[in-house]
């Protein structure tokens, strides 16, 4: 029997889920279409839970739904409770990035959301003041303690035991008497604020004149670009901590860029010299939990200025009001894995879309900063002076074809023994550290290359010790017993005997590394103390800040480092540089080849003199008459930079011309070469457009992978993204292999 309902009661209308597009952090084509429960927030940026396979993925609205499935396909993305949205700008940046380097918009969004636990709920923790009752058994400990927590200050219960010195049973005692009762903390400290007032620096002339244009750019908060062009130690971090200044008071975020880890700890006492409290730090050495309070508190914009390293671009100011790229010349800007992108040009982009000024600042900026400075298309700030009394170092040139006394110069494996044979410390070298260390001052001697040989072989025969997942040598490090690959971090035991003939005593090394250098000044100077600064020497950033500081304060009297000292380093006592081989990495068919030696040897002679006392900059070279090495004995360095302009000009290389890298890599060797062959064949026709290759990479091997390299050189004008979008749209990649896009390449290994 049929049942009618007798008057009804109406259906209430219920409000539509709304549909939408949600990006999810991984390297897929684009947004999912995701429903969320009805009445949400469905504006851009807003962060949810979403469900993908079997797992609940993290993921942000990104915009509308693309409608291509049916609704009742769509699965529900939760809204992350509590959790502020990303900013919008952000968003936008990522977008840009993702079209700009041609990498997915999830793999760019990934690095926006490196700290998960950053939108879980804030924990609290549990911590302690004294109350009003006092216990009627009184020890000696329990009134310290009870003494200690009458400021009124909230500590945990082994926080008040440290500083009370007495023991924890003795707090928990108090907390049963209820003498100290509980109250709920954040789960982090806040960041202490910035204090534009608390150590104002005297500037002079240059530099007033330089800060003075910064801080009216942060004043009109519109975007600007500016290159702050000074000589080393004429005071460039002085210069833009006055536009900081200018930004906070505004109540603006900072932004401050630095190119290694290695920098970030003096950099931060220096910030807090100025502005009497530390940044904010972000770089790979930090813990996760920290990188959770930092994440936080630069989204809700109680972390004022960052510093970090070229990730911290992405991470979600919300009022962004100055960035800062210091030595924006760095190589190390340049992100190679992963996605690939220049931190530095996405500096100025960022800052573009956040509508605020940015600076680029350097002693030696790159070549692409250089022309749009003088081209009037960033302002262009000089400081030609050091700071104070302090004068640029005597730059002089050690001819190694003519410094030993025999006229014989150093051959790649002689023994080290032999007099004037197999040494890399030269007379005149040597002579100059005798002065300095008579004197009592310090010295660095310099060389960029880790280790204790590049190379060792077999004298019998001829075996090279090379890697076998790489194409590359292996490196002795003699103190390590080891034999290592500097691409992929394969060892092996010094052997004693050759694999290949079996013969004992025949191997030897060629050629020298730091540790060799080391070796060798310690049998010239026995006496003089001395320390070896390089990534395989010092573990990790705190290590190697250890060490500079042993160096600054004058308990080592020589430091031999790699281009790990070479910059953002100051020693008032260091007035000697030797450049043990100014020719390294001057000629190895990069394009950068050139500018890079002068900027890194710039660099490092730029550690000399840099207080009272003058500085003397010895450089080895085997080619004395090289542009570099005049440029850098007469001081003409924008003289060189205007030489390399005319070849790069004339070459339409960047910045007059566009290049972009296709880098196809597998394990399978053969398909890897297969698809390069068909992405060389079906490269389109285009007008200023010319592809070279395929040909085998630097690194022909690498990790195991077999990789071939695609040149795009294109003018200045084409649109280069659209170009590779339809090059690679005509060719099926097999899952084995991977190729690579590069836009405007920094390396070609």
Not at 141 to 163: C, F, I, N, Q, T
Not at 178 to 198: M, S
Not at 252 to 262: R, Y
């Amino acid at each position: 029997m049929i049942r009618a309902r007798i008057n009804p009661s109406p259906i209430p209308e219920i409000a539509p889920k709304p549909v939408v597009g949600v990006l999810l952090p991984l390297p897929l084509s684009g947004a999912y279409d995701y429903k969320l429960p009805a009445g949400s927030n469905a504006r851009r940026g807003v962060l949810v839970s979403a469900p993908l396979g079997s797992r609940d993925v993290l993921g942000v609205v990104w915009g509308a739904a693309e409608g291509t499935l049916g609704d009742n396909r769509l699965k529900v993305a939760q809204p992350l409770e509590g959790a502020p949205a990303l900013p919008a700008k952000l968003c936008d940046f990522i977008d840009w990035v993702a079209d700009y380097t041609l990498n997915p918009p999830g793999a760019i969004l990934a690095m926006a959301l490196r700290s998960r636990g950053a939108f879980e709920p804030e924990a609290r923790r549990i911590a302690y003041v004294k109350g009003s009752v006092t216990p009627p058994r009184m020890s000696e400990p329990r009134h310290r303690a009870l003494e200690v927590a009458g400021d009124g200050l909230a500590r945990s219960v082994s926080g008040l035991a440290e500083d009370a010195n007495v023991s924890a049973a003795v707090v928990r005692g108090l907390i049963g008497a209820n003498a100290l009762v509980p109250t709920e903390l954040p789960e982090f400290a806040p960041f202490r604020a910035p204090d534009t007032g608390f150590a104002a620096p005297s500037l002079n002339g240059d530099q007033g004149r330089a800060a003075a244009v910064l801080t009216a750019a942060v004043a009109e908060r519109k975007f600007s670009a500016h290159l702050l062009d000074g000589v080393t130690g004429s005071g460039k971090t002085e210069v833009y901590f006055e536009a900081v200044a200018s930004a906070l008071k505004a109540g603006k975020q900072v932004l401050i860029l630095l190119p290694e880890i290695a920098l970030t700890t003096q950099f931060l006492e220096r910030f807090a010299a100025r502005f009497g409290a530390r940044p904010a730090e972000w770089h790979s050495d930090v813990s996760q939990k920290e990188r959770r309070r930092v994440y936080r508190a630069v989204m809700n914009g109680e972390a004022r200025v960052v510093v970090g390293a070229r990730s911290s671009l992405f991470l979600p100011f919300s009022e962004l009001g100055l960035v800062i790229v210091d030595e924006e010349h760095e190589q190390a800007f340049k992100q190679q894995d992963g996605a690939i992108y220049h931190a530095r040009d996405m500096a100025v982009v960022r800052a573009r879309i956040e509508d605020c000024p940015v600076v680029l600042a350097s002693a030696t900026p790159s070549l692409e900063s250089f022309v749009n400075a003088v081209s009037g298309r960033y302002t262009h700030l000089k400081l030609t002076a050091r700071h104070g009394v302090a004068e640029m170092p005597v730059v002089q040139l050690v001819d190694l074809r003519h410094a030993f006394k025999d006229g014989a110069p150093a051959r790649a494996g002689d023994a080290p023994d032999v007099e004037h044979k197999g040494q890399w410390l030269s007379p005149p070298l040597r002579a100059a550290l005798d002065n300095v260390l008579a004197a009592g001052e310090q010295a660095m001697l310099f060389l960029n290359r880790r280790g204790y040989a590049p190379l060792t072989l077999c004298e019998a025969c001829g075996h090279k010790f090379t890697c076998p997942h790489c194409s590359a040598w292996l490196v002795e490090h003699k103190y390590k017993k080891r034999l290592a690959c500097h691409q992929c971090g394969y060892e092996l035991p010094m052997p004693s005997d050759c694999p290949e003939c079996h013969e004992t005593g025949t191997l030897i090394a060629c050629g020298p590394g730091v540790e060799r250098v080391a070796e060798e000044f310690a049998a010239f100077f026995p006496n003089a103390r001395y320390a070896i600064a390089s990534s395989d020497t010092m573990n990790g950033p705190a290590e190697t800040q250890g060490a500079l500081r042993l160096f600054a304060k004058g308990e080592v009297d020589v430091l031999i480092g790699t281009q790990i000292v070479a910059k953002g380093h100051h020693f008032p006592q260091l007035t000697l540089v030797g450049v043990v081989d100014a020719d390294l990495g001057g000629s190895d068919g990069d394009l950068r080849a050139r500018e890079r030696t002068f900027q890194l040897l710039h660099q490092v002679s730029g550690r000399a003199g840099r207080a009272e006392k003058p500085g003397l900059v010895l450089l080895q070279t085997r080619n004395p008459d090289d542009a570099v090495m005049q440029a850098l004995v007469k001081g003409d360095r924008d003289g060189f930079y205007e030489q390399e302009r005319g070849f790069r000009e004339a070459a339409a290389a960047p910045p007059f011309g566009r290049l972009a890298a296709l880098v196809i890599s597998g394990h399978d060797g053969e398909a890897v070469r297969e698809i390069a062959r068909q992405l060389g064949r079906c490269a389109p026709p285009a007008r200023d457009v010319k592809v070279w290759g395929p040909t085998p990479a630097f690194y022909a091997l690498l990790r195991g992978q077999t990789r071939e390299r695609l040149l795009v050189q294109a003018a200045k004008g084409v649109d280069m993204q659209a170009y590779l979008k339809a090059w690679l749209a005509l060719v099926k990649v097999p899952n084995a292999v991977r190729v690579t896009v590069d836009v405007d390449p920094v390396s070609f290994f």
